[in-house]
């Protein structure tokens, strides 16, 4: 083999297991099913409530297992309130949730972004939007449609759920709080695009409540 090739041949070799390194940062399979990671999310939340955690807290162990590569096994919409931590509330680790979280649990261009990363290259397939009771951003929206700075933004687009449960029987920060979830569920599922990935995604809602600690998965 003349040097030229031997060359070309290492040079083919390098730039081989780099895509192989890049490809192998993908996952087209899923991590879990839909159905074993919604069981797992609720499992956890119940170990959660009734005080039995059991893996809640990062160690160095589960750091050194995530450090090169994640693979979450559900995504997470949650509200940026400190209270409504997903990796505490339903009992899991780092790397195992991945989580977006503004106030009042709005997804925004970002956020997005960010869901459709997870599914078509970490292998997640389940994505939930966690509400919570007593949520400030909604209570915010509910009492005025027009708020300073930034929170604005978040007062404007928690409207169409406040609009929607307007004159419904129940409580109209709990009906809205519900609404607003549910509506965030619906604008995931119109308006990500998981190319191929989408008949694989399942998308559902709760809410959290602050209390007892339990998360109500409603009509899901
Ligand atoms: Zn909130």
């Not at 990671?37 to 807290?57: D, I, M, P, Y």
């Not at 997903?86 to 649990?105: K, Q, S, W, Y």
């Amino acid at each position: 083999m003349s040097i030229t090739s031997k060359h070309t041949l290492i040079i083919f070799l390098i730039l081989f297991s780099l895509a192989a390194l890049v490809f192998a940062a993908d996952y087209p399979t899923p991590s879990v099913s839909t159905d074993a990671a919604l069981a797992n999310l609720k499992e956890g939340n119940a170990r959660f409530a009734t005080h039995e955690v059991s893996q809640g807290k990062p160690n160095a162990a589960k750091r050194a297992e995530t450090a090169q590569t994640q693979r979450p096994f559900a995504i997470v919409v949650a509200c940026a309130d400190s209270r409504t931590s997903p990796e505490l509330i339903f009992d899991h680790n780092i790397g195992d949730l991945f989580v977006v979280r503004t106030a009042g649990n709005l997804v925004d261009d970002y956020a997005l972004g960010s869901i459709e990363y997870a599914v078509n290259h970490l292998g997640a397939r389940l994505i939930v939007v966690v509400g919570h009771d007593g949520c400030g951003a909604v209570k915010a929206a509910l009492t005025s449609d027009t708020a300073p700075g930034h929170v604005q933004s978040l007062v404007r687009d928690i409207q169409p759920a406040i609009k929607a449960v307007k004159g419904k029987e129940g409580d109209p920060l709990h009906l809205a709080i519900t609404e607003n979830a549910r509506l965030m569920a619906d604008k995931i599922r119109s308006q990500t695009d998981f190319g191929e990935l989408a008949k694989e995604v399942r998308i559902v809602y709760g809410v959290y409540d602050l209390t007892t600690g339990k998360v109500d998965w409603g009509k899901n």
